[in-house]
Structure formats: structure tokens, C-alpha cells
């Protein structure tokens, strides 16, 4: 089978600064030394990038996350331009058929499914598209964007400006022009490549899946470090439409963070959240479906299958009842039209369908650790 042709700009831009970033940065290292002003710049530019990407590409315009102003996009649009993984427009084209046809080698455009230097990098350094390389036909409401439309248009000449014009400009200030440039110009686009790269090769076979299994997304911890928040990419991709990927409270994820904080002061609004039922059956099925597995190879299989239906059944009613009161809880709650009376007996309620899901939730996770 005749290989696609070799992309030799791309092939030549990752060549060039991965061995600029991996022997001219530590030498420049040791030899002269990099300054705080160096290392801070660093550290500001690879989050502004990193950010633009998560927060802008992909939860802003890829999935429709949320609504952000004007400000926010323009922001994002000149960070993405600087992190240099192409336009806005064709970034997000490309996700949506990620999502689309996840893991399917002929229509995922980065599949892991072909391994980890394909889904990783090597997607990019051949013409493997083709044809509906300029098939922006999945993205016709982000053409509408004018913001978009016009970072898509200006994409090269953005590119240039902001890694060029960016770490000469700091130079100039800093007194220490190669410093800047090896750190602030080199160093962090590489990182900022393969942090984004690292979501779609390891985050598909190193970690967690919590809450599906249809697909190979996992959720990890580190990456989600590394990445912005990006990591927990197995809910990300059971429920896309969330502007969360850590959705407990200690999870680190920054660009979720960066997108309600702006909610507050009205740069972002309509965040798109999954209700909490939601997710708890999905959570709930998947540790439904590693105890049968388990209980199969057991000796009294069919008695702990019959177990495990019979608990799993009564969960979600639980559960169903309980979300069900949460929601009137809350109607009620923004209402305030109830007596005094009634709301104590709601909370009442409420609180007596809390514990008894709690109950039976504590008694589902026993059974089901019980079969590891």
C-alpha cells in the first residue's frame, strides 16, 4: 500500500524545534543560565497558549461549551495562533470528527487505534486527508464567527507575529535576546505541542475508564496536570457538551476554573453542565458491568448475577427518586413559594431519600469491591 506523501513543513517545523528545545535549551542551560524574568515568561506564554487551546478551541468552539464575550475570543484566538495547532477553525473540524467517529481508523483523524506515534504526531507529518483536508462542512457555524473567520483568514501571518514578534519583543525588554528566544520562543512551543498531543495519544491508552468503555478514552490524573485540565478525557468524552472534565471539586482543571471565575464578571455565560444523574448512572453501569464480568468466573455465578441485577436495579430507583426531590428541591428553593411548614417537611424529605441513596450507594460499592 502506497504511503500518504510526507506534509515537509510540518515535518521540518516539529524536527527543528523538538532538537532546538532538547540540546540548545539545556546547554544554553548550563552554560549561560536562564534568568527569572526567562523562566516566568516561559511559565505565562505556555499557559496563555495552553488556555487558548482548552478554553478556546476546544470547549469554547469545538464543543459550544459555553458562551464566551468578545474579549475572551479575541484573546484565545491570538494565543491559539501562538501555540500554533493550526486555526481555530480547522482545529475544531477536526475534533468534531475525533468525537464523531472516535477510534475508527479510516475516519478518526487521529485514531488511536493505529498507535501512539500516529494518534501522538504522526497524523500531522503526512498528507493522510487528503481531499477533506478544506472540509470545513461540520463546522459552518464557527465560519459564521466573524472572530474565527478572521483568525482562520490571518492564521500564517498571526503564527509569525505572535512566535516571532513575542519572544523578540521580551528580549528587548529583558536585555537577553537568545535567553528569551531558546525559552519563551522555542522551549515553549514544543511543550505546548505535546501537551496538547498527549491528549490524543495517552490519554486513549494510559488510565482510567470510570464511565464508558465504548470508547478508549481514559481519565488520568497526570496528564489532566499537564494538560489544563484535559486529562479527565474518559467523561470527556461520554459527556463532550460539559465545560467541566473535572467535575469534583479537587480535580485539577484550570480551564474550567478560568471559565465560571469569568462567569462572575461577565466574560463567559450559559456553561453547559450534565446533570448529576446523568453521570452517576453512567458510573453506575460501568461498575455494573466489571462485576459481571467478574461473577462469571466465579462458582456460584448465577446467584451473584441475580445479586448484582437485583442491587443495581434498586440503586437507580434510588438514586432516580432522590435527583428527582433535588430537582424540586431547587424549583422550590428559587420560588420560595411554600409555607414555612411545608419547607421543613420537604427538607425532611429530602434529606430522609438522601440517606437512604447514600445507603444504598455505600452498599453497591461494597458488593461490587467484593468481585475485584
Known sequence: MKKAPIIWTTTILFSLTFLVAAIAVPWYAIAVGFGWFEIIATILALGYCGMSITAGYHRLWAHKTYDAHPFLQWAFAIGGAFALQNSALHWSSDHRDHHRHVDNDDKDPYSAGRGFWYSHIGWMLRDYQGEVYHDYSNVRDL??????????????????????????????????MLGMILSVGVLRLVLSHHFTFFINSLAHIWGKQPYTDKNSARDNGVLAFLTYGEGYHNYHHI??????????WWQFDPTKWLIKSSSYIGLTRNLRTVPE?????????????RAQQKAQLLPNAEQLLQLLEREYELLVARMQ????????????????????YQTADFKQRYREFKYHMQQQHQHWQRLTAALH
Open 143 to 176: 465560519q459564521k464567527n466573524r472572530i474565527v473567520a478572521w483568525q482562520h483568514k490571518y492564521y500564517l501571518m498571526l503564527t509569525i507575529a505572535t512566535n516571532f514578534g513575542i519572544p523578540v519583543l521580551l528580549g528587548w525588554l529583558s536585555g537577553n
Open 239 to 248: 459527556f463532550e457538551y460539559d465545560y467541566r472534565n473535572g467535575i469534583k
Open 277 to 289: 444523574e446523568r453521570i452517576a448512572l453512567a458510573k453506575a453501569k460501568m461498575q455494573l458491568q
Open 321 to 340: 427518586d432522590f435527583y428527582q426531590l433535588k430537582k424540586q428541591f431547587v424549583v422550590q428553593k428559587k420560588q420560595a413559594l411554600i409555607e414555612q
